[in-house]
């Protein structure tokens, strides 16, 4: 039944948007409605309201949608939102403040003279326009109301200018920073966290274990991480529509000649060629390149880009006056000196200890302040002329408000959907499509495709990617990251933006291109566009790396990296060493031979056998790799026969576990139909036979499960469970053969740490005389924190902290002496042996752990250095299939 108020709900949605009426309301409108509607049927026809929902009730429901309305607003974690006004407007000042409009006259001037130029510069244009706007229809209108009457003058093909002009409008979808990534972002994380419950829970089904490894966790997107992932696939739509244009001007020159510029290139032509290209451009570098780099968060990305399109829209708004360019030049001269300021002073005001601190924080305010004064004169001169300020903040507020009622509607909707197990539905649909994931897919991107004729991009964003996203990403045989899905999501509505006869795009363009450019011009223009924008689609779906290559590289070279042991880096980070030790093999082994002469025999004992055991642990490590290499062969040479049948018995059960559902669901029924007060005996006995025959399906699948099964699978988890182990067993060894050797170079270079404790440790005995007993074990307990800052000095510690309790439990200052005494002749030894091995054994030490710390131990460093971050994003980067593990 709860399939006719699915039907209902679809209907009512469409005939609300069909009548015209506000997305926003009907969403929202429609779900209350399609719940209220089935609560009062059930009420009157069964006497429960709850009768037609899969699971729960109205009230339930209605509170899930509430829930959902609370979360865009009160959960503090989810922030992404918050770029969404900051970007907008930073795209709308720059086009009210005409900066857009100079970026396509001077590109125009600079490409004109190349076999189509013109139509390759509003192709650029297109895309710095949509880095610092991402609004699609704004760029469309623009370039159409400045490049097209250009373009048609210089006799520029009809269909090319019109296609050159949508397509390039079109990129405001794809390139960061752009809203529909924001957006995406948003969702797909929630998506993330649904697909890594489902798979979690699939594991704990199939396998009976209820720890999933953490490499099998799904890869969340944020909106940082979506604007990295979009850069390149964004970059090469760019180079096709470019690549295109010039080819076309070659074949056919007609089609779009080049255009001679009519001035002089001189020094007025170049300065005004810079003036309008070189500040969109810094302020696309720095707002992206601040998020690249990890400097900035995307909200703190998305201030800075709405403080420099002010700065920016000030100046062009007093072209030519006296002090047009003061407000950005004192912003620019502010934000460097604050640069200065911060490369040499601490400007923490909680670590403000001296005079010199303090002038810098002096200084740093001044600066802030002349910032803000720059900040404020723009604002006002944005302001005062033309009311330009009160129209972008207007187009700002009304642009916000609709994306986030629109938000607030669909989670409403969503909420309705899933009561009348839509998602379910939705998912057993999927799943049960022939061709695993990628026909699911497939799939998923053609409903896209087509709801993108009739829906905006916020709609599908909000509407469709939360119920679809959940099913794609946790299949574990394609293990897709959620960033590469939702680029491909963003490239393929993008693509139905440009599709006639629906595209929004080409609308955009009919409504501000004059009459001389027929319907038919733009529709056959898109065409070819539409082409080109399929094949980066092609690209990017073939080749994953594109999209996932920034953002690993980004995360693992940012100042919140992981450190090189982390779990989810180890498969990688393997293959890159164990590539290492191939090529460096005969290296290591005449370090660990060069340093197996050096002599430590005035070392300690115990430093005397950690050294001896590290080596002798360094040289197993190249048979630790070989087991390695040979559990892992073994594994690669089994799975070939294993696979087949793994994936249909896999599929057996699946449809096995379907049966169990619906005769779980029957089971039900009869249950609520005995206790409804009125049992309807012929019901009972049809819900029965449908048991029986399920039962039988049940029973007949049971059989279809190959016989080797069993011990197939059993052989798998033996070789599987052996690769593991092997693994397990040398990483364990490397630390430990490792943590010796770096140990006992910090040992080393830690002596002027200790000699410059030793007067101060000196002192606590006569101090201890003087003081009172609570001063005197506050002193003793400051040294004891020192030294625990110190390598392998514990026993020295431990003497200090015995002395400090002797204080505090007797008060015998004498006996708390002895201790100190202790404590000092420990702390004098230790220096004595490292002076010496710092003198002697510390260059050879150093020089071997040059060999082997990229190597061997790499696991216990800090962080990874660039190159080794770039080599394990790009292994990251590749989509693994991991569904033999369920």
């Not at 003036?275 to 909200?299: H, K």
């Not at 903040?393 to 938000?407: C, E, N």
């Amino acid at each position: 039944m709860e399939i006719y108020f699915l039907l209902l709900l679809f209907l009512l949605m469409v005939a609300a948007l069909s009548s015209g009426f506000p997305v926003a309301f009907a969403l929202p409108g429609s779900a209350i409605l399609t719940i209220a509607i089935a609560a009062l049927c059930g009420y009157l026809f069964v006497g429960d309201t709850d009768a037609f929902f899969t699971h729960g009730g109205p009230n339930q429901w209605l509170s899930a949608g509430v829930t959902n309305f609370r979360s865009l607003y009160w959960v503090v974690e989810r922030d992404t939102l918050i770029a969404i006004p900051l970007f907008v407007f930073m795209g709308i000042m720059l086009q009210r403040s005409r900066v857009a409009e100079d970026l396509l006259v001077a590109m125009a001037r600079l490409f004109g003279p190349v076999p189509g130029g013109l139509g390759i510069s509003v192709v650029f244009v297109g895309a710095l326009l949509a880095a610092t706007t991402g609004i699609v229809g704004a760029t469309v209108i623009a370039m159409g109301l400045i490049s097209l009457p250009a373009m048609l003058h210089n006799n520029y093909s009809k269909p090319l200018a019109c296609g050159t002009i949508c397509a390039s409008g079109t990129l405001g979808q794809i390139i960061p920073p752009s809203i529909v990534l924001i957006i995406l972002a948003d969702q797909l994380s929630s998506a993330a966290d649904q697909a890594n419950t489902m798979r979690k829970a699939e594991y704990r089904e199939i396998t009976g274990e209820y720890s999933m490894p953490a490499d099998f966790d799904v890869v969340s997107a944020s909106a940082g991480d979506m604007f990295m992932g979009a850069f390149i696939p964004g970059l090469i739509l760019v180079g096709l529509y470019m690549v295109y244009i010039f080819v076309t001007a070659l074949i056919d020159p007609k089609k779009a000649p080049p255009v001679e510029h009519e001035g002089a290139f001189d020094r007025q032509f170049v300065y005004q060629s810079l003036l309008a290209l070189l500040p969109p451009l810094i302020l696309i570098f720095i707002v992206l390149g601040s998020i690249i780099l990890g400097v900035a968060t995307v909200n703190q990305a998305g201030a800075i880009g709405a403080i420099g399109a002010l700065l920016m829209g000030s100046y062009r708004l007093t072209q030519g006056q006296r002090f047009s360019f003061y407000p950005a030049l004192i912003a620019i001269t502010a934000v460097l000196l604050l640069a200065l300021l911060l490369h040499n002073f601490d400007l923490n005001i909680k670590n403000v200890k001296t005079d010199h601190d303090q002038l810098g924080i002096y200084l740093a305010t001044v600066m802030v302040l002349l910032l803000l004064f720059a900040v404020g004169w723009a604002i006002w001169r944005a302001y005062k002329i033309n009311n330009i300020l009160n129209e972008v903040m207007l187009d700002t507020a009304k642009t916000t408000t609709m994306v986030f009622i629109i938000l607030l509607g669909a989670a409403m909707l969503t909420s309705a959907f899933r009561a009348f197990g839509g998602e379910e539905l939705v998912k057993d649909f999927l799943t049960g499509l022939p061709g695993g994931f990628w026909m699911q897919f497939v799939v998923v991107m053609l409903v896209i495709f087509l709801l993108g004729f009739f829906l905006d991009f916020i709609e599908i964003s909000v509407v469709v990617v939360p119920i679809v996203a959940p099913i794609l990403l946790m299949d574990p045989s394609a293990n897709v990251t959620a960033v590469w899905l939702g680029v491909m999501v963003g490239m393929n509505i993008q693509t139905s933006f440009l599709t006639p006869p629906f595209g929004f795009s080409l609308f955009y363009l009919r409504g501000v291109a004059p009459a001389i450019v027929k319907t038919l011009h733009i529709y056959k223009g898109a065409a070819a566009f539409i082409a080109l924008q399929i094949v980066g689609l092609i690209i990017a779906g073939a080749y994953p790396t594109l999209i996932n290559y920034l953002p690993n590289r980004t995360y693992l070279t940012s100042e919140t990296a992981p450190p090189p042991n982390n779990p989810r880096l180890q498969l990688c980070l393997e293959d890159m060493v164990f590539s290492h030790y191939q090529s460096n093999k005969e290296k290591i082994k005449t370090a660990l031979a060069s340093i197996k002469t050096q002599d430590v025999s005035y070392f300690p004992e115990t430093y005397r056998q950690q050294f001896s055991d590290s080596l002798q642990g360094m040289e197993q490590v190249f048979e630790r790799v070989a087991l390695v290499k040979s559990a892992r062969s073994e594994l690669d040479s089994f799975v070939p026969g294993y696979e087949p049948v793994h994936r249909q018995t896999r599929q057996i059960e699946a449809s096995i576990r379907d049966l169990q559902g619906e005769i779980k669901d029957l089971e039900q029924a009869i249950q609520r139909n005995r206790y409804s007060g009125q049992p309807d005996t012929d019901k009972v006995d049809k819900l029965n036979a449908r048991i029986d025959a399920l039962k039988q399906e049940q029973s007949q699948l049971d059989k279809q499960i190959p016989e080797q099964w069993d011990s197939l699978r059993q052989q798998y988890l033996t070789l599987s469970n052996q690769e593991k182990r092997a693994r397990y067993a040398y990483r364990n060894h490397v630390d430990d053969s490792y943590r010796g050797i770096q140990q006992m170079l910090l040992m080393m270079e830690s002596v002027d740490a200790l000699q410059k404790l030793l007067p101060q440790i000196e002192k606590l005995s006569s101090q201890m005389q003087e003081q009172s007993i609570e001063v005197a074990m506050q002193s003793i307990k400051l040294m004891e924190t020192a030294l625990s800052n110190l390598v392998n000095v514990h026993v020295a510690k431990s003497a200090l902290s015995k002395a400090r309790r002797i204080l505090k439990k007797t008060g015998d200052r004498n006996e708390a002496e002895v201790e100190l005494g202790q404590a000092l002749a420990l702390l004098q030894s230790e220096i004595s042996w490292r002076s010496r091995a710092r003198q002697e054994a510390l260059p050879a030490f150093s020089e071997f752990n040059a060999v082997i710390k990229n190597n061997i131990g790499l696991r216990l460093q800090g962080r990874l250095q660039e190159q080794q971050a770039e080599s394990i994003a790009a292994c990251l980067a590749r989509h693994k299939d991991i569904s033999l593990a369920f």
